[in-house]
């Protein structure tokens, strides 16, 4: 079975552009998370979708958002970015429904606002 | 609300010695534990999890963790440590109601000496 995978790998930004982040999560997998992980903030979640609904929110700005498909894929978008938005941005699956399931995170996308 | 501290920042052994990162957690029930391993630019990699079962769960490469209720803690050891064990570990929490959302520790940066 295919992981998760998360493109692109690498970004560049300048401050105020916008930038928009792709998640697959394994098949069968219908909850996707987003996290944001930076030196100095450690790991922070930023939301979790299922069946195209936001479920969970983390305390971000408006600027973040996300979106899920029906074929449970997830997008992220940054608007307006800001130097502090560089970091590294992990998207996780997980199988819904055992109390048990545990996350599987993606290589993750490691962007850089300049 | 549930939470997850991880008691130290940086542990630093040598190789062949014993490893132990400590994790503690706050929940009214018995939860679900997990314990994440994260190297350099890499995503997270799930070393074990602790589901209500057997209270010693062993884990990949090594690794282990013993549920203590009445500790609360979930503390992860490991016999001789080895050169590719040097790392970032993150000890993560299920949360109580809402199994969707996951609560993770600081992490605790592992040094390997040889």
């Known amino acids: 079975k295919a992981g998760v995978t998360q493109t692109p790998r690498y970004l560049i930004k300048t401050r105020g552009q916008q930038v928009t982040l792709s998640c697959s999560p394994i098949?069968?997998?219908?909850?996707v998370s987003w996290y944001q992980q930076t030196p100095g903030q450690g790991l922070q979640f930023l939301f979790e979708?299922?069946?195209?609904?936001?479920?969970n929110k983390g305390n971000f700005p408006g600027r973040f958002s996300g979106r899920q498909f029906s074929n449970s894929r997830s997008e992220m978008n940054v608007s307006t970015l800001e130097l502090g938005d560089s970091a590294l941005y992990l998207c996780?699956?997980?199988?819904?429904?055992?109390?048990?399931?545990?996350?599987?995170f993606g290589p993750g996308t490691r962007l850089t606002v300049l | 609300a549930q939470s997850v501290t991880q008691l130290d920042s940086h542990v630093s052994v040598s190789e062949g010695t014993p490893v132990l990162l400590r994790c503690n957690y706050s929940?009214?029930?018995?939860?679900?534990l997990f314990w994440y391993v994260q190297h350099p630019n890499k995503g997270l990699q799930l070393l074990l999890k602790?589901?209500?079962?057997?209270?010693l769960v062993k884990g990949i490469n090594g690794f282990e963790a013993e549920f203590k209720k009445s500790e609360t803690s979930f503390h992860l050891t490991k016999p001789s440590a080895h050169m590719s064990d040097a790392a970032e570990y993150f000890c993560?929490?299920?949360?109580?109601?809402?199994?969707?959302?996951?609560?993770f520790g600081s992490g605790t940066k592992l040094n390997v000496k040889p």
């Open positions: 996780a699956s997980s199988l819904v429904g055992t109390g048990a399931a545990e996350q599987f």
């Open positions: 979708y299922f069946s195209e609904t936001q479920r």
């Open positions: 098949s069968g997998h219908r909850s």
């Open positions: 993560v929490v299920r949360g109580e109601y809402n199994f969707n959302k996951f609560y």
């Open positions: 929940s009214s029930y018995s939860p679900s």
């Open positions: 602790y589901t209500s079962a057997a209270t």
